[in-house]
T-cell receptor
């Protein structure tokens, strides 16, 4: 596809369950970012990938959060034992390299009930 | 510690007038700045960027100004149109130890009234 694709677009899960969110970046983009936006808040940085490695994981809120990227392409953000405060829109973005504009996907709206 | 701040949560302007959105940052090592626009239920869309070696960048109705000494940037939209109504985020990157991640402000909701 031409843009960043995220799936699912919406996810409702029960507290305590694990969830996986997927991001397909723009082909050829080496940099990939995960952000989240909680209700009424700005964009909170979670993790940054350059290729398959993650030089910056400083934004992951707890050890329940993890992410991986394989083949320099698709990335998966996993949240274990979800809590209600994890409810947010999770956004993925990709760019050709750092210090260039990043292109965002439409986001995954996660609701933990 | 909020390194990028948008102190105005909302702004309302009349169609045809100028919209000025402001952004302040604290890290003097930032060297690349961007503005994004976000509609409800959509991801942010890149609008315009500026490198720290410049103080102005223009693209159609959108102009970004950078004042490095004041650590301040602004986005001017002239003339404003109702379709510009959205949330606008400024973002910054660069500097020692920066890995390339974009640090965003909290956003400003712009409403352009017909």
């Amino acid at each position: 596809g031409a843009g960043v694709s995220q799936s699912p677009s919406n996810k409702v899960t029960e507290k305590g369950k694990d969830v996986e969110l997927r991001c397909d970046p723009i082909s050829g983009h080496t940099a990939l970012y995960w952000y989240r936006q909680s209700l009424g808040q700005g964009l909170e940085f979670l993790i940054y990938f350059q290729g398959n490695s993650a030089p910056d994981k400083s934004g992951l809120p707890s050890d329940r959060f993890s992410a991986e990227r394989t083949g320099g392409s698709v990335s998966t953000l996993t949240i274990q034992r979800t809590q209600q405060e994890d409810s947010a829109v999770y956004l993925c973005a990709s760019s050709t390299y750092q210090n260039t504009e990043a292109f965002f996907g439409q986001g995954t709206r996660l609701t933990v009930v | 510690d909020q390194q990028v701040k948008q102190n105005s949560p909302s702004l309302s302007v009349q169609e045809g007038r100028i919209s000025i959105l402001n952004c302040d940052y604290t890290n003097s090592m930032f060297d690349y700045f961007l503005w994004y626009k976000k509609y409800p239920a959509e991801g942010p869309t890149f609008l315009i960027s500026i490198s720290s070696i410049k103080d102005k960048n223009e693209d159609g109705r959108f102009t970004v100004f950078l004042n490095k000494s004041a650590k301040h940037l602004s986005l001017h939209i002239v003339p404003s149109q109702p379709g510009d109504s959205a949330v606008y985020f400024c973002a910054a990157s660069g500097g020692s130890g920066n890995t390339g991640k974009l640090i965003f402000g909290q956003g400003t909701t712009l409403q352009v009234k017909p």
